[in-house]
Nanobody, 115 residues
Framework: QVQLVESGGGLVQPGGSLRLSCAAS????????MGWYRQAPGKERELVAT???????NYADPVKGRFTMSRDNAKKTVYMQMNSLKSEDTAVYYC?????????WGKGTLVTVSY
């Protein structure tokens, strides 16, 4: 049973920063590709960033240059540093892991960018 637990969401003003964390309970972590998705109100869930076993990252165009994803295999945790936040970044952010062709999801953490 794999569990993903996100933390770090909250209310931040435009231009501000937040750091999201996702802790995994998976016995094997370092070989898994991890990612962050988000879902804004009234919109479909979209991919934000991924990081693979070789620490290679990919980002969606709207967040390139502002968001940075990283992983700490010893802590079985992935992070996403979000800078220069915009109102359009407001969404529930979900942690994702793929392993043996199965997808696992966290319950999400809400990020609200507003004055």
């Amino acid at each position: 049973q794999v569990q993903l637990v996100e933390s770090g969401g909250g209310l931040v003003q435009p231009g501000g920063s937040l750091r999201l964390s996702c802790a995994a309970s998976a016995t094997i972590f370092s070989s898994n590709t991890m990612g962050w998705y988000r879902q804004a109100p009234g919109k479909e869930r979209e991919l934000v960033a991924t990081i693979n076993r070789d620490f290679r990252t990919n980002y969606a165009d709207p967040v390139k240059g502002r968001f940075t994803m990283s992983r700490d295999n010893a802590k079985k945790t992935v992070y996403m540093q979000m800078n220069s936040l915009k109102s359009e970044d407001t969404a529930v952010y979900y942690c994702w892991m793929t392993r043996n062709d199965m997808d696992y999801w966290g319950k999400g953490t809400l990020v609200t960018v507003s004055y």
